[in-house]
Nanobody, 119 residues
Framework: QVQLVESGGGAVQVGESMRLSCAAS????????MCWYRQGPGEQRELVAS???????KYAHFVEGRFTISRGDSERAVNLEMTSLKPGDTAVYYC?????????????WGQGTQVTVAS
């Protein structure tokens, strides 16, 4: 069983920066892709950024140039560096992992961490 443990989050002012981290525990699986999603109040969950096991990254248009996704200290860890934060970035941020182990796909979500950007 794979568990994703998130850290970071909290409240900041407009224009400030924040870092979110996520690590997969309980698994020696390889990474297909790890992502950050977010869900704002009354909104649907949306993809923010992704990084494949090969290191290819993609960003949603609304964070490109402000957010950076990168691998953490281990293969199954990912960070999200968020800069120039806006009130519209206020949301619960979720880590997502699609892992591969012995030919089987393992998918897991983190519990979510609140990010609040105050104007």
């Amino acid at each position: 069983q794979v568990q994703l443990v998130e850290s970071g989050g909290g409240a900041v002012q407009v224009g400030e920066s924040m870092r979110l981290s996520c690590a997969a525990s309980g698994s020696s699986a390889s990474v297909n892709v790890m992502c950050w999603y977010r869900q704002g109040p009354g909104e649907q969950r949306e993809l923010v950024a992704s990084i494949t096991g090969a290191g290819d990254v993609k960003y949603a248009h609304f964070v490109e140039g402000r957010f950076t996704i990168s691998r953490g200290d281990s293969e199954r860890a990912v960070n999200l560096e968020m800069t120039s934060l806006k009130p519209g970035d206020t949301a619960v941020y979720y880590c997502y992992a699609d892992l591969q182990f012995s030919g089987a796909s393992l998918v897991a979500w983190g519990q979510g961490t609140q990010v609040t950007v105050a104007s």
